[in-house]
């Protein structure tokens, strides 16, 4: 299935998606956003990087920066931050490689890596070239990470954008789920997964009420 150019959702939200579905869905669903110094400084590390009229080259290397991107099949849209592209046997044999740079240092779970992944499958779609692996630069460890884009994560991504459209076509923002993560959510005060446990409280509470009810029936 190809998505329509209305259908198009923002690439960047694959990453909220792959945190936390309900932030991700109050972000893009309910269109509620709270600024930290988290995401401001995240937003001031691509600020530096993103030029659309950088292009540098060097030897066989060249380097092309603020990319836009789009896929029809994964119904996203976005900006790449930087595409390498190296150039050998005279400009007929060429190499390619993101760069996405990011504040503070490698995630323990694969938010980061969907977002680069989708970002290739983004750009092999418009340019028909094929791209193997690609490199995160986290600003807190000051070197290159690298990711495969195998086609596990390739499944993932794709998995993540079906839902995500499935979500945000039928407006459905997710039940709260607490869990160790929603310290770190800038959206904690919005989404108040500490009602969780009172409204499962009130549930059970209605549910028994109801029940004694119709045994006095």
């Not at 290159?144 to 459905?172: C, D, P, W």
Request: glycine share 6%; net charge neutral.
């Amino acid at each position: 299935m190809d998505y329509t150019e209305e259908d198009l959702l923002p690439l960047s939200g694959i990453q909220h998606f792959a945190f936390c579905p309900r932030q991700w869905a109050l972000i893009h669903v309910e269109n509620q956003w709270v600024e930290n110094l988290g995401t401001a400084e995240g937003r001031l590390v691509h600020q530096r990087v993103d030029d659309p009229y950088y292009s540098e080259s060097r030897g066989q290397l060249k380097v092309e920066r603020a990319i836009p991107l789009v896929s029809r099949k994964l119904g996203l849209y976005g900006v790449a931050d930087l595409m390498e592209i190296i150039e050998e046997n005279n400009g007929n044999k060429k190499s390619y490689a993101l760069v996405e740079y990011k504040r503070g240092k490698p995630k323990v779970d694969d938010r980061d890596q969907v977002q680069l992944c989708a970002q290739a499958i983004c750009i092999e779609e418009m340019q028909n070239i094929k791209l193997e692996y690609g490199f995160f630069y986290y600003d807190m460890v000051k070197h290159r990470q690298k990711v495969n884009f195998t086609l596990q994560l390739r499944v993932r991504v794709q998995e993540l954008a079906e839902a995500m459209h499935y979500f945000f076509s039928n407006g459905i923002t997710p039940v709260v789920k607490k869990s160790s993560k929603c310290k770190h959510c800038s959206l904690l005060d919005i989404c108040l997964p500490k009602l969780e446990k009172l409204n499962g409280k009130a549930n059970n509470y209605l549910a028994n009420y109801f029940n004694e009810l119709k045994s006095e029936e």
